[in-house]
């Protein structure tokens, strides 16, 4: 029996994040085990940028709940995270266990290419915000296999499967997980690298010619061009010379730079805390008056 992990960032019991998981353990066509984690309940501290996780065991120094989450996405087979909308915005759950994203690092061989997909579910359609994009970006970046994502709308508990469009989702990512990602529509503009759907658009606009423009995929932040073609957009995307996760030699790379950035703050240290003391004694730091 294979295990799926369901990430829950919602704190909402039997709310729509979790029953949209467990709906779509239910399509699967296996024999699946489901495992849960429910993000608002553990103790995931704020990353204290000490980098102590890229070297030696590389473990966090913090004693929280980090380590259980990694340890059942190490051992699970698949992954589903689904998100609720606060604000136009995912849950903060979903981002808090992203910013101690440098621990992922020690576990490149167990995370890379396993299978994952997600929902972004709002109350009202058309307000899930960027919410969509911060499960696309966690997907991403915890160096699974994105395979699929979806927006689901729905703002009672249970409201997310009434219809036709929760459930058919549903099914969809299941088979995602199980079959791989179905060929996307080629009318949604999409970065070819990394298979994002948004985009910034930068100025001025591309010299190339009329109807051309500079974007920036949010995804994967690969720059490029969008083009109007008649009947679609053309989207372009050019590789940058510091890539986080299009490729598992990307992600070694990019562990290799952040490791050597500590020989670099010793090389630069009496240049950094030159500038960083001209600034120690500016403004008045508010607190709570018992610390």
């Known amino acids: ?26 399509c699967l066509e296996g024999s699946w085990n489901l495992r849960l984690v429910r993000l608002p309940e553990l103790d995931i501290r704020p990353c204290l940028a000490c980098y102590q996780c890229l070297f030696g065991p590389m473990r966090c120094v913090q004693k929280d709940d980090l380590a259980l989450v990694l340890e059942e996405m190490v051992r699970a087979d698949a992954l589903v995270v689904a998100a609720p909308t606060y604000f136009l915005g995912a849950n903060a759950s979903l981002k808090r266990l992203l910013d101690r994203g440098l ?3 020690a576990h490149i061989d167990a995370l890379w290419g396993k299978p994952a997909v997600g929902v972004a579910i709002a109350g009202v359609a058309g307000l899930e915000g960027y919410t ?40 969809k990512l299941a088979r995602a997980l199980e079959h791989g990602a179905e060929v996307p529509d080629s009318k949604t503009p999409r ?18 010619g009329p109807g051309v423009h500079r974007i920036r995929c949010m995804t994967c932040s690969s720059d490029g061009t969008l083009r109007w073609n008649g009947d679609s957009f053309a989207v372009e995307t050019i590789r940058g010379e510091h890539p986080l996760f ?3 030699e990307d ?9 050597s950035m500590k020989d670099l703050f010793m090389e630069q240290r ?20 018992n610390k």
């Open 251 to 259: 992600t070694v790379a990019h562990l290799k730079w952040l490791q």
């Open 132 to 171: 969509k994009l911060v499960v696309d970006s966690f997907l991403k970046l915890i160096l699974a296999d994105h395979r699929g994502s979806e927006v689901v709308y729905g703002a009672l508990p249970g409201e997310v499967l009434l219809g036709d469009e929760g459930p058919a989702a549903a099914r």
């Open 270 to 289: 009496d240049r950094l805390k030159a500038v960083t003391r001209a600034y120690k004694d500016t403004g008045t730091w508010v607190r709570p008056e």
């Open 1 to 26: 029996m294979q295990t799926l992990l369901g990430l829950v960032a919602s704190p909402r019991k039997f709310g729509n994040s979790e029953i949209f998981i467990k709906e779509i353990h239910r």
């Open 191 to 208: 970065c070819p690298l990394c298979g994002g759907d948004t985009f910034r658009f930068l100025a001025p606009a591309d010299p190339n």
């Open 103 to 105: 621990s992922f690092y």
């Open 246 to 248: 299009l490729t598992r």
